[in-house]
């Protein structure tokens, strides 16, 4: 039987819908002002004409950028660094976060353990230790720079861990009485019954190392071993016209706005994580443990 929604039910609803719809909007307007911007001729730009619809469209900006060798080579050096950080750090995670999640009549000192890894979480060496340690172990100019520092991410560790303790305890009591070992139990139970926050957790993981540039900077030597973000930090950002020598290259900049050039490398940079999020933003709404254990 279907129960009719009190008047007051159904002004909060419709409260909540009207503010929920605002919230997109202030996400979606400038998004789609980067990206008529991008597609907007340089004079519509610097006249204030571009709004919500590209004026006078050109992709003239994402020639620019695509037709540099240095951008395609970025790109590649990007994906490298996405592909390994998120093997070795959903890997370490997984494998930190389930001992940790054990009751420690199972697992000694795991308190211990815990309140050791908030540590590092809120205090580190700083900038300068670590850039020490880095070079001490011959990781300059290596993507392993990029990789291996923030290879197991507390924050993750701890969303993960939470997340584990909360699965029934029924299952992992079954599996063990069942015969199976603590392998077993974590990569046919704990794991499969976890897609929804590991997925979560691998959002994080492909944004984050996406995103960040500043280790980029700092770590290589050469601009040739640039990551995609740090190689739009210093050469699209910037602009710096004096490092350009060929003379219908300063040529064609000049053409170009800088604010445009900047929503293109804003759209570009995003679009990968774009192409990803609908096929891991199934396994948010999707059921966690539904039907899992049964009364």
């Known amino acids: 039987m279907v129960q009719q929604k009190s008047l007051g039910r159904s002004i909060f609803v419709g409260l909540n819908y009207f503010l929920l719809s605002i919230m997109s909007a202030l996400c979606l307007i400038p998004l789609i002002n980067v990206l008529a911007v991008s597609f907007s001729s340089s004079y519509a730009i610097s006249s204030g004409m571009v709004k919500l619809w590209p004026v006078e469209f050109t992709l003239r900006s994402y020639r620019h950028v695509a037709s540099k060798s240095e951008f395609l080579h970025s790109m590649l050096i990007a994906f490298e660094r996405v592909g390994l950080a998120l093997v070795i750090s959903m890997t370490l995670t997984i494998l930190l976060a389930y001992p940790l999640s054990r009751e420690a009549s199972q697992f000694r000192f795991r308190t211990g ?3 050791f890894f908030v540590f590092t979480m809120l205090f580190s060496g700083g900038l300068i230790p670590s850039y ?3 070079r001490n172990l011959g990781m300059l100019d290596s993507i392993w720079s990029l990789v291996l520092p923030g290879a197991v991410p507390i924050f993750n560790v701890i969303l993960l861990l939470n997340f584990f303790r909360s699965l029934p305890k029924e299952l992992l009591e079954a599996s063990l009485i069942d015969g199976a070992g603590q392998w ?3 990569w046919r139970i704990v794991v499969p019954l976890s897609v929804p926050a590991i997925a979560t957790l691998t959002l994080f993981v ?4 996406w995103n960040e540039w500043f280790h980029g900077l700092i770590y290589m030597n050469s601009p040739d071993h640039y990551p995609l973000a740090s190689y739009l930090q210093t050469v699209i950002i910037r602009r710096d016209l004096s490092l350009l020598t060929d003379p219908a290259e300063i040529s064609n900049m000049t053409k170009l706005n800088d ?4 929503s293109a490398q804003i759209f570009l940079g995003a679009l990968p994580v774009f192409l990803i999020y609908p096929f891991l933003q199934r396994f948010f709404i999707s059921g966690i443990v539904m039907g899992s254990v049964k009364e």
Do not use: M
Not at 259 to 262: A, D, I, P, T, Y
């Open 184 to 186: 077993q139990t974590l």
């Open 132 to 134: 020490i340690v880095i």
């Open 259 to 262: 604010r445009g050039l900047k």
């Open 206 to 209: 492909i944004v984050g190392h």
């Open 113 to 115: 353990y815990v309140w």
